[in-house]
């Protein structure tokens, strides 16, 4: 097997694992999935907390029907509300309520605990963290910035 096959298969195998430790967390404790807590994460980073659903499947990597699909449950629970563009009825924008705005804060305290027990020292450094972040943006992978804004 080659080096590269190796690295991409063990790569998935880790995100499945991660996947795994973030879902069982959010969903335990918030009752939503590692990808609901990504939509709502991503929909907290843009201007009034808002985007159009084909910007927001690009962002995500995702069909716009996927995107779809990941916020009707959302809606329904009053995470996310779908508001109409006033100069143009055919573009719709998901946003975070007020109550969105309030469950994702608590969600992403879940999410920094849970990314603490994964990098935990000393199997894991500071160093080794920003190390692999810089990897997996090589590899096309977007994160957080400090300050909490997408970052490339």
Same mark, same amino acid.
């Given at each position: 097997? +080659?080096?590269?096959? =190796?690295? *991409?298969?063990?790569?998935?195998?880790? !995100? /499945? *694992?991660?996947?795994?430790?973030?879902?069982?967390?959010? +969903?335990?404790?918030?009752?939503? +999935? #590692? *990808? =609901?807590?990504?939509?709502?994460?991503? &929909?907290? !980073? %843009?201007?009034? $907390?808002?985007?159009?659903?084909? $910007? &927001? /499947?690009?962002?995500?990597?995702?069909?716009? +029907?996927?995107?779809?699909?990941?916020?009707?449950?959302?809606?329904?629970?009053?995470?996310?509300?779908? =508001?109409?563009?006033?100069?143009? @009825?055919?573009? @719709?924008?998901? @946003? #975070?309520? =007020?109550?969105?705005?309030?469950?994702?804060?608590?969600?992403?305290?879940?999410?920094?605990?849970?990314?603490?027990?994964?990098? %935990?020292?000393? /199997?894991?450094?500071? $160093? $080794?963290?920003?190390?692999?972040?810089?990897? #997996?943006?090589?590899?096309?992978?977007?994160?957080? *910035?400090?300050?909490?804004? %997408?970052?490339?």
């Amino acid at each position: 097997m +080659s080096t590269g096959l =190796d690295a *991409a298969l063990r790569l998935m195998r880790a !995100q /499945a *694992a991660l996947v795994k430790r973030f879902d069982a967390r959010l +969903s335990g404790l918030h009752g939503v +999935s #590692l *990808a =609901d807590f990504t939509l709502l994460l991503r &929909l907290s !980073q %843009a201007p009034g $907390d808002r985007m159009r659903r084909v $910007d &927001l /499947a690009e962002a995500l990597g995702l069909t716009a +029907s996927g995107v779809t699909r990941g916020l009707v449950p959302l809606e329904r629970i009053g995470l996310v509300r779908r =508001d109409a563009d006033a100069r143009d @009825a055919r573009v @719709a924008y998901a @946003a #975070l309520t =007020d109550t969105g705005r309030e469950r994702l804060a608590e969600m992403r305290a879940t999410a920094d605990h849970v990314a603490h027990d994964v990098f %935990a020292g000393p /199997a894991w450094t500071e $160093d $080794d963290t920003g190390r692999l972040a810089d990897l #997996l943006t090589r590899l096309g992978g977007t994160g957080l *910035a400090p300050g909490g804004a %997408a970052r490339p």
